[in-house]
């Protein structure tokens, strides 16, 4: 029991001595004052409204079934031309490699 008495003691000891420090008296003051209070309140809707802007970018598009269609008919029909694109763009280095070898040749006569 002597030991729980002491330690209480010790405690209070502790605690009226950290509340007697002059930095621990400013921080208290401070976060019991409306400039916390308004800082706080301040980050927080910051905070909430990035979290906003975060979901609506990541949230899915809201589309019609016609829409989602259409997208994905666009989409592969621009996959194609694509393949398109760099099949004629090899066959166009073909073509250029060939006239340049056709130049070489006339050059040599």
Same mark, same amino acid.
């Given at each position: 029991?002597? !030991? %729980?008495?002491?330690?209480?003691?010790?405690? #209070?000891? $502790?605690? /009226? %001595?950290?509340?007697?420090?002059?930095?621990?008296? &400013?921080?208290?003051?401070?976060?019991?004052?409306?400039?916390?209070? /308004?800082? &706080? !309140?301040? *980050?927080?809707? !910051?905070?909430?409204?990035?979290?906003?802007? $975060?979901? #609506? &970018?990541?949230?899915?598009?809201?589309? @019609?079934?016609? @829409? /989602?269609?259409?997208?994905?008919?666009?989409?592969?029909?621009? #996959?194609? *031309?694509?393949?398109? /694109?760099?099949?004629?763009?090899?066959?166009?280095? %073909?073509?250029?490699?060939? +006239? =340049?070898?056709?130049?070489? +040749?006339? =050059?040599?006569?």
């Amino acid at each position: 029991m002597a !030991e %729980d008495k002491n330690y209480k003691r010790s405690s #209070a000891e $502790i605690i /009226a %001595d950290l509340l007697s420090d002059e930095r621990v008296r &400013r921080s208290l003051e401070y976060l019991q004052g409306e400039e916390f209070k /308004a800082n &706080r !309140e301040r *980050v927080r809707q !910051e905070a909430s409204k990035r979290l906003q802007d $975060i979901r #609506a &970018r990541y949230r899915p598009k809201k589309r @019609t079934p016609e @829409t /989602a269609a259409r997208e994905r008919e666009l989409t592969l029909r621009l #996959a194609e *031309v694509e393949a398109e /694109a760099a099949e004629l763009r090899l066959r166009l280095s %073909d073509l250029l490699e060939a +006239e =340049e070898k056709l130049r070489a +040749e006339l =050059e040599e006569l």
